[in-house]
């Protein structure tokens, strides 16, 4: 690596980023952290990154962490305290969805600091305290560290971005303002990335005993996770399943770690709010096993996977039934188990026999006759869905009942889909759409959001029309939160012959603050850019279809859906008392 004479902090930070592969960086602009970057932009090289400004913190954030999940690694960037914290938020989801985001904090001069000390004065954005920042962001990173001098600047900032590497998981880097442009000593060899030993033995002991439990139970089939997708392990993850030939469903968080089209895929199988087809014919597998899949509450709607005849390999371990074995790579089990099997005579779980047609969707979608002007529901929304939807386009998808919606399209292409299914913050897809493109700018981006997140979140549609972006943006709006609805008391989603008659008159409705305030949505690309359309029915639905196959600019189109209507896949939550639907007889405390 070229040893420069005139080595700044800002220029060692930009020389290390662009080794990495940033072409983005993501963030909102501050005084304390302007020589940082100035220093990008006084860049005159051929691999100059783009700063990407934002319209606000938790905005850069999202998108950061979808650029993330798409490249390997992400950079944001923010001025002390007003902008740390308010990107705290989606610091949080990276680091709970195991994402690679740095953050960069531009904090205030030597000089402020030693002022606020002996003096009591704030500077602007100060607490008081020097290490409020970088002490928040420690419970939501793996690294942390606080940069006050150009002497140990090149280590520390080495530190961070290897661990970010390692663990594959958000670090935090703060910089004092005055030290951005002192002097330091120039990078003197590239960052030596090389991860941390498993133990390959444990491997095959975690193998040998899922080989054990599939000759004795049989019927093996796999649910496959987003730790495949984290960590670079789609190719062999294929060669597992096309040399064994067992199939597949996977979580919703690990939905498109492949192709969707693949031959032995089956669906996406989220627990109880899995499609009810998929949820039968999944739990009559004889061993599941879950490779990289995690046990969250999204992933698994309730519904308890572990058991004696269930494989998770997951976290750098593998626990076969009561049995645990540490300190496992997931890559090296995926390949031992895959060697293993090649001299065992099993039967894989097939879940649908050769009379049997594998949906091209795996949702029931309502008949939607030509000739009539049927409302839009969720599932007939999505049906039409999965039929526009090709390889050229990428899905983010929000959380609550679009991500129930979404779940089942089919996705032909692997990293098709991006949602964040654990932490769960609503409003995430509209910015990550901005990220997703950043990262992909030969494909075209599809959000479903509902309208609750949405208000959260739709600045980012400035950024879209402003990057000149192709997005397009479908605002579900049911007029309500409907997710939180669902959860605390289900009563208004219920049919008729299931709803519950209860004497307090507010229970048998959707709860005044569930309510939210209508906004003309299709208006706003007025106000952001771009085109906005407005669709009430199936055939306008169609006739706006028509309309976005334009690559030149962005789309919000406002779909209007009932009140009270549901996807099928969390119909479940209406034959169960509600977290706080307490007249109901079956309710309690126990949950």
């Known amino acids: 690596m070229e040893n420069l004479t005139d080595m700044t902090v800002a220029k060692y930070l930009v020389l290390r980023l662009k080794e990495l592969g940033l072409t983005h960086l993501f963030g909102i602009a501050g005084n304390y952290s302007a020589p940082f970057l100035n220093t990008i932009d006084e860049d005159e090289s051929a691999d100059k990154i783009n700063i990407i400004g934002d319209t606000n913190e938790i905005n850069a954030g999202h998108c950061a962490d979808a650029y993330a999940r798409l490249k390997g690694f992400a950079a944001v960037a923010v001025t002390y305290g007003v902008g740390a914290f308010t990107l705290l938020n989606a610091t949080a989801g990276s680091y709970v969805e195991h994402c690679p985001v740095l953050v960069i904090n531009g904090s205030p001069t030597n000089a402020d600091q030693m002022k606020s000390i002996g003096e009591g004065l704030l500077a602007s954005h100060m607490t008081g305290d020097m290490y409020s920042n970088i002490n928040v962001y420690r419970h939501v990173t793996v690294a942390a560290e606080l940069v006050m001098s150009s002497v140990d600047a090149p280590y520390k900032i080495d530190a961070v971005l290897m661990a970010c590497l390692i663990y594959g998981r958000p670090v935090y880097l703060e910089v ?13 060899h590239k960052l030596a990335i090389n991860g941390y030993k498993r133990c390959t033995q444990n491997a095959v002991e975690a193998a040998k005993k899922t080989v054990e439990l599939i000759k004795e139970f ?53 627990g109880n709010a899995s499609p009810k087809d998929v949820q039968e014919r999944f739990k009559k597998a004889g061993v599941k096993i879950g490779l990289g899949a995690w046990t969250t509450g999204k992933n698994l709607g309730g519904f308890n996977i572990w058991g004696e005849h269930t494989v998770l390999a997951n976290h750098s371990s593998v626990r076969i039934g009561a049995q645990f074995e540490p300190n496992v790579s997931l890559g090296d089990f995926m390949s031992e188990l895959r060697r293993q099997l090649k001299d065992v005579a099993y039967k894989p779980h097939h879940m649908y026999d050769s009379s049997q047609k594998v949906a091209d969707a795996t949702f029931v979608v309502e008949p939607r006759k030509k000739d009539a002007d049927l409302p839009i529901t969720y599932d007939s929304f999505f049906g039409r869905m999965n039929q526009f939807i090709t390889t050229d386009h990428v899905v983010v998808s929000d959380s609550g009942f679009s991500l129930l919606g979404a779940q089942g399209l089919r996705i032909k292409e692997a990293n098709g889909f991006v949602a964040q299914a654990s932490w769960l913050s609503i409003g995430y897809s509209v910015p990550a759409a901005v990220g997703v493109k950043c990262a992909l700018p030969e494909k075209q981006v599809i959000v479903f959001v509902g309208d609750g997140a949405f208000q959260e979140t739709c600045q980012a549609i400035s950024n879209q029309a402003r990057l000149g972006h192709n997005t397009i943006v479908f605002v579900l709006d049911n007029t309500i939160y409907g997710i939180e609805q669902m959860l605390t008391n289900p009563n208004p989603f219920r049919p008729t012959d299931k709803k519950i008659n209860y004497p307090v008159e507010h229970m048998n409705e959707v709860y005044p603050y569930n309510k939210m305030h209508q906004w003309k949505y299709a208006k706003l690309a007025d106000v952001f850019g771009g085109k906005g359309f407005e669709v009430s029915t199936m055939n306008e639905l169609e ?40 007249l109901n007889k079956d309710w309690s405390l126990c949950g």
Not at 182 to 187: K, L, R
Not at 553 to 569: C, G, K, Q, R, S
């Open 176 to 188: 004092f303002e005055d030290v951005w442009r002192m002097p330091c000593e120039a990078p003197k």
């Open 218 to 270: 049989g019927a093996p089939i796999f649910w496959a996770g987003e730790e495949i997708q984290r960590k670079g392990l789609q190719e062999e993850f294929l060669k597992l399943v096309e040399e064994t030939k067992i199939e597949f469903t996977t979580s919703i968080m690990g939905k498109s770690v492949v192709s969707e089209s693949n031959r032995y895929f089956r669906g996406v199988f989220n």
């Open 543 to 582: 006739d706006v279809l028509k309309k976005l196959d334009v690559k030149d600019t962005n789309f919000i189109v406002h779909v209007h859906l009932p009140e009270v209507d549901i996807p099928e896949a969390i119909a479940y939550k209406n034959d169960r008392p509600g977290e706080d639907e307490v």
